[in-house]
């Protein structure tokens, strides 16, 4: 009948933001500013706790507005301010263990204050940050925060994350630069390397 079943005010997790589980019909992972991430099943309008807020860190989000969790729905990245040194850091956040890992400090990398997002990557192998105004990405692993990637050369300009056809992540879209002007290009998240996906467009 394409009529509403039921309207939702939202999360009961004290803002910040939220997305659908990718695997769980029923339910957001909703993360708080206050860096707490939840369940909220917008059925039964039930918000369950799956990770505690941490001291220390505040105005946590996804992205903003443009990070995702991975394919999943075990791993998020919060962008958040930590209130030791107001420095803006990703911090790595295991949902389904209900732990937090490695933070990277995006101040001192020269990330921000131009960031304009961070996110796990589509398999939850990789942290990706990306840069506006000069369109540099920076990869990191999830698992060690070590960086592995620092991309400024064919630079993308809005770009997704993905699989390749042999299940390696990588992110996708359209560069500037030759010889891939105008093109789609996937690049690997661990080498960098890059597969011309369309030719010319």
Same mark, same amino acid.
């Given at each position: 009948?394409?009529?509403?079943?039921?309207?939702?005010?939202?999360?009961?997790?004290?803002?910040?933001?939220?997305?659908?589980?990718?695997?769980?019909?029923?339910?957001?992972?909703?993360?708080?500013?206050? +860096? !707490?991430?939840?369940?909220?099943? @917008?059925?039964?309008?039930? &918000?369950?706790?799956? $990770?505690?807020?941490?001291?220390? =860190? %505040?105005?946590?989000?996804?992205?903003?507005?443009?990070?995702?969790?991975?394919?999943?729905?075990?791993?998020?990245?919060?962008?958040?301010?930590?209130?030791?040194?107001?420095?803006?850091?990703?911090?790595?956040?295991?949902?389904?263990?209900?732990?937090?890992?490695?933070?990277?400090?995006?101040?001192?990398?020269?990330?921000?204050?131009?960031?304009?997002?961070?996110?796990?990557?589509?398999?939850?192998?990789?942290?990706?940050?990306?840069? +506006? !105004?000069?369109?540099?990405?920076? @990869?990191?692993?999830?698992? &060690?925060?070590?960086? $592995?990637?620092?991309?400024?050369? =064919? %630079?993308?300009?809005?770009?997704?994350?993905?699989?390749?056809?042999?299940?390696?992540?990588?992110?996708?879209?359209?560069?500037?630069?030759?010889?891939?002007?105008?093109?789609?290009?996937?690049?690997?998240?661990?080498?960098?390397?890059?597969?011309?996906?369309?030719?010319?467009?």
């Amino acid at each position: 009948t394409y009529q509403p079943l039921f309207l939702r005010g939202g999360p009961a997790n004290g803002g910040g933001e939220w997305r659908m589980h990718p695997t769980l019909p029923d339910v957001v992972v909703a993360l708080g500013t206050n +860096g !707490s991430v939840s369940h909220w099943n @917008v059925r039964t309008n039930v &918000t369950t706790t799956k $990770v505690p807020a941490v001291a220390g =860190y %505040t105005d946590n989000y996804l992205g903003p507005w443009e990070g995702n969790v991975s394919r999943d729905g075990r791993y998020l990245v919060a962008k958040a301010t930590r209130t030791s040194d107001n420095h803006v850091v990703a911090r790595v956040i295991d949902i389904d263990g209900g732990t937090t890992g490695p933070v990277i400090d995006l101040t001192a990398t020269g990330v921000f204050p131009n960031l304009d997002w961070v996110s796990i990557s589509a398999g939850g192998g990789y942290v990706v940050a990306y840069d +506006g !105004s000069s369109h540099r990405t920076r @990869v990191w692993s999830r698992a &060690t925060g070590a960086q $592995v990637g620092d991309w400024r050369e =064919y %630079t993308f300009g809005h770009y997704d994350l993905g699989f390749d056809a042999a299940g390696n992540e990588t992110a996708f879209g359209a560069v500037g630069q030759a010889p891939y002007a105008h093109h789609y290009i996937a690049r690997r998240l661990d080498t960098g390397a890059i597969t011309d996906l369309t030719g010319a467009v």
